[in-house]
Nanobody, 123 residues
Framework: QVQLVESGGGLVQAGGSLRLSCATS????????KGWFRQAPGKEREFVAA????????LYADSVKGRFTISRDNAKNTVYLQMNSLKPEDTAVYYC????????????????WGQGTQVTVSS
């Protein structure tokens, strides 16, 4: 299994920015697609963004298009989520995920998950 460790979460005011990082390790399906999901208290986990490890395919939830950007650094085995123009509705625990498939997906069909990092946006 691919291991994933998120970092970069914190408290920010509405309109501010944060960049989340997800460090990956392990050889199994290391070139598979990576994604970001989030879960607010009492809510179901929802898709945020995804990216292919090979190529440049990306997917975004409608709620974050134009504000969030997913990117990767293959040499560092790291995927990022740049979050701009943050809103209180973005408050959640953010999870990084990896899958064997090369193709990103908006579903929760991923094979490995990180522990999550808290993002809190104050109004």
């Amino acid at each position: 299994q691919v291991q994933l460790v998120e970092s970069g979460g914190g408290l920010v005011q509405a309109g501010g920015s944060l960049r989340l990082s997800c460090a990956t390790s392990g050889r199994t399906f290391s070139n598979g697609a990576k994604g970001w999901f989030r879960q607010a208290p009492g809510k179901e986990r929802e898709f945020v963004a995804a990216i292919s490890w090979i190529g440049d395919s990306t997917l975004y939830a409608d709620s974050v298009k134009g504000r969030f950007t997913i990117s990767r650094d293959n040499a560092k085995n790291t995927v990022y989520l740049q979050m701009n123009s943050l809103k209180p509705e973005d408050t959640a625990v953010y999870y990084c995920a990896a899958r064997r498939s090369f193709i990103p997906t908006t579903t929760d069909d991923y094979d490995s998950w990180g522990q999550g990092t808290q993002v809190t946006v104050s109004s």
